[in-house]
């Protein structure tokens, strides 16, 4: 079966406007398609096409390269399979104009001598053609014009290879089975589609619990203990002075069933008072402020901002819409993978995000047995605010212990089994068990996620921020004001602090996150500037190419062309 005329050309243009290069596709469809006018073809050597394959898989090398290191892995994936038409240029071109139908692809792998391999003479067209399908497929397979385009191409392909000496009704007949299949293939690529997003919805939802997500509003007992597992950076730091130790995401009012929801949940736009800043505390006199900088790498358009605690004002060129809801937690919406946001706060910090609701007094009616039980035990608890909180800080340091693997009895232990029998677990038991336990004494509390800093970088100035360091506690009003209480024995900062159960990988990784950090810093936001060095580096290589060959092809007897 031989393609159509131009069929190779039309697919590049099908290809370009389907994934927004449709300049690139017109500029592949005139090279690739002008053989059909230009009549010279020339004899490549099996030294030339070392040479071409060889510089093809520096061009795929360097390819993917960049673009892993200036985007996340999922999204990497998705541009290095767009680009492709792109990266096999070299090949289909030398395919093209050469004087034989098929080339020998071979490559040399650094040997000087010999290919170290090859394979037999094939036709590349074939493959290109594929290789561009393929990627339109990666952009656009779930949109039905796909599939019937497909279809177009299929009956094309049919109708210039059928046999001139049979019937037109067997052509119709193939075309209608084309059809059919086309329409089958499309009722099960969409069930496909609909599998994968079900299949790999847990594991979006494990992203998106690992960056506090708030369109739940809700966390369950235990997401923390999953994150902390990990010790891959959240967020990088700069900062002139030592930063503040808690940075606040979320919080919640009211608990139920081992999980913590947010009653006022509603985000509403929150105004800037200038070019990308925005006011968030009142103006006082006299007062003392720091600032950080964080960077932090976006799961999607709109994201939870982890933020230090007495914060004045918060600016970043790459948010385009900054939300609060009346907990005070902010979330950003922005079009870039990595933000970078100012972060003013006042030097001595303290939560203040409003007056409490009687939603922070509730307390669940089957825990109020082990609350009245464990109060009976404390003698402080009766007292004022401060000896109450002390005496639980002193409670679960002399009693208890922090561990991220729990042992459970009777599957998942409740704050009841934590507090009554199993006295160990991690931060969210302690910090839930508190909230209620304050409670039951008639103080405001919140459950708080967020995280701890408390590690610098190896690498340069900045101050790095795990997933380990994923972190809960508890905002109290006492005496008019809202503080931070965390119960957590202390042990569990050590615990977490440091390197990995494997420090020489883990410090291997942080070297590679900081040189992709700084390539993605360098290219943050501006997508022009990505494109433009992604092709200029494409057209140097290509071009060193052309220019190697035909040096060696005027030095050839004429002889060796036709």
Known sequence: MKLPPYFIGLALLFWGYTTGYLVAGIILAVILESHQFIRKRWKFSLDDLIKIADLNSIILLAVVSFVVLTHDIQPALTIVMTLLPMVFLPIIAAQVYHTEEKIIIATKLGQKKKPAFSHKPMNFRYVYLGIVLLSTASVSLAEGYFIYSLFGFVIWGLYQNRNRSQRPIL?????????????????????????????????LDQNAKQSFNPFKYSTAIGTLEEIKQSGKIRLRIDSSVPPPFYLKAASYDSYAAGNWLNSRSRFSPFQATKHNTWRLGQETTGELTDNIVIEMAMNGSLSVLPVPYGLKSLSGDEI???????????????????????????????????????????????????????????????????????????????HFRYALSIRRPQGNPDLKSFMLQIKSGHCEYFASATALLLRGINIPTRYVTGYVVDEKSPFGSQYLVRARHAHAWVEARIEGKWKIIDTTPSEWLQRHSGSGSD???????????????????????????RNRFLFIALFALILTLVIKVAIRLKKNPPSNRE
């Open 171 to 203: 052509f119709i007949f193939s075309a209608v089975l084309v059809l059919s299949l086309t329409v089958l293939i499309k009722r099960d690529v969409d069930r496909t589609l609909d599998w994968m997003k079900s299949g790999f919805s847990g594991l």
């Open 320 to 398: 385009l819409q900054l939300q609060k809801n009346p907990s005070g937690v902010l979330q950003a919406k922005t079009d870039t993978g990595l933000l970078i946001y100012r972060c003013d706060y006042m030097e001595k910090p303290a939560p203040h995000h409003g007056e409490p609701t009687p939603t922070e007094l509730k307390l669940p009616e089957n825990e109020k047995g082990w609350i009245h039980r464990t109060l009976l035990k404390l003698k402080d608890a009766s007292q004022s605010p401060e000896k109450a909180v002390l005496a639980l800080k002193t409670m679960f340091n002399r």
């Open 503 to 529: 420090p020489i990988l883990e410090r291997i990784g942080d070297l590679i996150s900081y040189i992709k950090n700084r390539i993605r810093r360098f290219f943050k936001g501006d997508k022009s500037r």
